[in-house]
């Protein structure tokens, strides 16, 4: 037996056998996906260690920032109660040199102590509302002309009337002279207002802070070399990098808005077309932002490796299943055009059944399947083609049959005729009952109702037609109170009533009389609605019928043909529309249906 004779009896074969070739390639994808699982779970491994360990760092270097920051309070707050200070503030303008000497003394001793022990303090200012400026650690170097007063930040630190520690952004100190080696240096306060024995807030003590003191706090080992860490201020203004490159610059504006709308979590982000992990927290203390940028190829270097590995797999693996499926394809291809051809075919509307070979094995029986398919498809089609038009027209005629606009015109001209009279009583009831019509056939949502909603509307119709015709037309509506609740389709009882008007009263009349009857018997549910009108010869009746159960929705008569017609579509040919009568005397429409309505 050759290799094509092989290869014809393993197709011949069950689908089962083949299987086992084919789970031999689906093994091979199985370990290329677990090798794929692997790289994936190490480098989330990774990639959580790397989170966490930033994470910590990032907590420690909060804490010791608030620590930093609420230890510098203290000093400040010995100032902003010093009694010498608040003298100087109250009425240094009144006094002799001899006491603003010693007052000033007694400051510097107490500013010496502060110091000594409180490296991080970089300056301490002392202003008052009445002018008073002090510069407490460098004196000697203050630009005396330097016009304070006109500066943001102090005016906003002046402002500032709560006992609480306000922290003041970044600013320029331009008030020293060029032998100060503070002189035009960026620095962060913190401040303190000074209150007088009416707590009336007379000053503020700011205290500068020494940034690279700050820098001391944070961490100096780096993951990696292209990881930054950053301090930035409520404003987005950088406090404090790693290089120190980008102090007093702003932070990326659309990265900011998103870190300043939590209070700590991560993100990534491209970055000068890097890919990188954003990592941030919120000092409690100062509202400052601790943010930290990890570059992800640093979270995935350690798995770039396995990933190399993995790949040279999938390469493998993907040339054996390409080999592997092209020719077993071979073997397919010839009966599977057929199938697919046959196919198009029927998509493009060639129903017709057909004996066709497409082969051996479970692709010809495929074929016949599909052929038996086709086949019963074409039966379908022709058996519920017609009924399916039927069913789209009466659904289209359903929503037509709503209030005509000549019925529209008469009552909107009976209305203006009842006001002009002054029959206002009247005109009310009128606009009632149409609001009513209106409201009812306009709800779209519903196609099913119950037979006291059905009713009331018909009885909203008539009511109409009773105060067109006063004294001529008489109406009465009746039913079981056990069918008040009984479903019904809408708007199946309008088109006939309105017949009853149109057709049955055409000639005109003097004591008209409508009537609608619901009852239960043995048979199911009998709506009758009936009238005293010219009635209709045995040659109409008949007539009539014929044209109300045809499927055509040509002619007159086309909204009692369309209430047939939703009857039988729902509740089954038994059920539906007779119409009976004398000549000149009365017209009968009976409605039968079934005792439960179907869903």
């Not at 069950?14 to 070739?21: D, G, K, P, Q, Y």
Request: proline share 3%; net charge negative.
């Amino acid at each position: 037996m050759g290799l094509t004779d092989g290869m014809r009896s393993f197709l011949n074969k069950s689908i089962a056998n083949r299987m086992i070739v084919y789970f031999s390639l689906f093994g091979t994808l199985l370990l290329i996906v677990l090798g794929a699982v692997n790289y994936y779970e190490s480098s989330t491994s990774l990639e959580s260690e790397i989170v966490h360990y930033t994470t910590e760092m990032m907590e420690q270097t909060e804490a010791n920032l608030d620590l930093y920051v609420n230890d510098a309070k203290t000093p400040i707050a010995l100032l902003s109660t010093n009694s010498s200070l608040i003298a100087s503030l109250r009425h240094y303008q009144d006094m002799s040199w001899v006491d603003r000497l010693a007052h000033n003394q007694a400051i510097e001793e107490l500013t010496f102590n502060i110091n000594t022990f409180k490296s991080y303090i970089d300056d301490i200012l002392v202003i008052g509302r009445n002018g008073y400026v002090n510069n407490l650690y460098s004196g000697k170097y203050m630009n005396t002309s330097y016009p304070f007063f006109e500066q943001q930040w102090v005016r906003d630190a002046l402002n500032w009337k709560e006992s609480q520690l306000q922290i003041i952004g970044l600013h320029r100190r331009e008030y020293y002279t060029v032998l100060d080696r503070k002189y035009n240096t960026d620095t962060v306060s913190v401040a303190l207002p000074i209150f007088d024995e009416n707590r009336e807030a007379i000053g503020v003590v700011i205290c500068d802070l020494n940034l690279d003191k700050i820098g001391d706090l944070l961490p100096v080992k780096r993951i990696a070399d292209n990881q930054q860490l950053f301090l930035l201020d409520g404003k987005g203004q950088i406090l404090f990098d790693q290089g120190n490159s980008r102090v007093g610059e702003a932070y990326e504006p659309g990265l900011f808005e998103r870190i300043n709308a939590g209070s700590s979590g991560r993100f990534r982000q491209t970055i000068d077309g890097q890919n990188m992990m954003i990592l941030y927290t919120t000092s409690e203390m100062t509202g400052w932002k601790i943010v930290t940028q990890v570059p992800m190829n640093l979270i995935y270097h350690h798995a770039n490796k396995l990933q190399a590995t993995t790949y040279i797999s999938i390469l493998f693996a993907i040339a054996a299943i390409i080999g592997i499926s092209t020719w077993i394809s071979v073997q397919l291809r010839k009966p599977l055009k057929l199938l697919v051809s046959r196919m198009k075919q029927v998509e493009a509307g060639n129903f017709t059944p057909k004996t066709k070979s497409y082969g051996y094995g479970e692709v010809q029986l495929l074929g016949d399947k599909f052929e038996n398919m086709v086949a019963e498809i074409n039966r379908l089609i022709t058996e519920n083609y017609e009924s399916r038009i039927v069913q789209q027209e009466s659904e289209f005629k359903a929503l037509q049959a709503q209030i005509n606009p000549h019925f529209l015109f008469n009552t909107l001209q009976l209305i203006q005729t009842e006001i002009v009279c002054e029959n206002y009583e009247e005109s009310s009831e009128l606009l009632v009952a149409l609001s009513h019509l209106f409201r009812y056939s306009m709800d779209y949502t519903r196609q099913v109702v119950t037979l006291r909603e059905e009713l009331d509307y018909i009885g909203s119709y008539l009511n109409i037609y009773t105060q067109k015709y006063k004294g001529r037309l008489h109406t009465s509506i009746s039913a079981d109170p056990l069918l008040e609740t009984y479903a019904i389709p809408k708007l199946i009882l309008q088109p006939i009533v309105e017949n009853c008007i149109v057709h049955g009263f055409a000639d005109g009349f003097h004591s008209g009389k409508i009537t609608v009857d619901c009852v239960c018997d043995e048979e199911g549910v009998l709506i009758r609605i009936a009238d005293n009108g010219i009635g209709m010869t045995e040659e109409q009746l008949a007539a009539l019928s014929e044209k109300i159960g045809s499927t055509s929705g040509e002619g007159s008569r086309i909204g009692l043909r369309n209430v047939q017609q939703r009857i039988k579509m729902k509740y089954g040919e038994e059920y539906g529309m007779s119409v009976s009568g004398n000549p000149r005397n009365s017209t009968i429409v009976d409605i039968r249906l079934p005792g439960e309505m179907k869903p």
